[in-house]
């Protein structure tokens, strides 16, 4: 059974930095995409950043320069290093697995707040 399991959320205060984790398990061949989406309180879902088995990573244009996104292949996992963060980073943090038959999967999501 397929499954992704995100850690790592919680309180920071503005300017801070966390680190989101996501673990896959459950597929036979490791994911060729993986992602971090993000959906706050009133707004539809959007991808954060995303990165393909063996390709440079891609950013939503409102984390470039403070978010990087990396994976372990041999691990099924999928990393999100968060700086500088902002209040308007505040948002429950989800995981995407994508398979090379392009099936997709989302873990459960792992919120995060940006307050002082």
């Known amino acids: 059974q397929v499954q992704l399991v995100e850690s790592g959320g919680g309180l920071v205060q503005p300017g801070g930095s966390l680190r989101l984790s996501c673990v896959a398990s459950?597929?036979?061949?490791?994911?060729?995409?993986m992602g971090w989406y993000r959906q706050a309180p009133g707004k539809q879902r959007e991808l954060v950043a995303q990165?393909?088995?063996?390709?440079?990573?891609d950013y939503a244009d409102s984390v470039k320069g403070r978010f990087t996104i990396s994976r372990d292949n041999a691990k099924n996992m999928v990393y999100l290093q968060m700086n500088t963060l902002k209040p308007e980073d505040t948002a429950v943090y989800y995981c995407?697995?994508?398979?090379?038959?392009?099936?997709?999967?989302w873990g459960q999501g792992t919120p995060v707040t940006v307050s002082s």
């Open positions: 459950g597929f036979v061949r490791s994911p060729y995409r």
């Open positions: 990165i393909l088995r063996s390709s440079p990573a």
């Open positions: 995407n697995a994508e398979t090379w038959s392009l099936n997709s999967y």
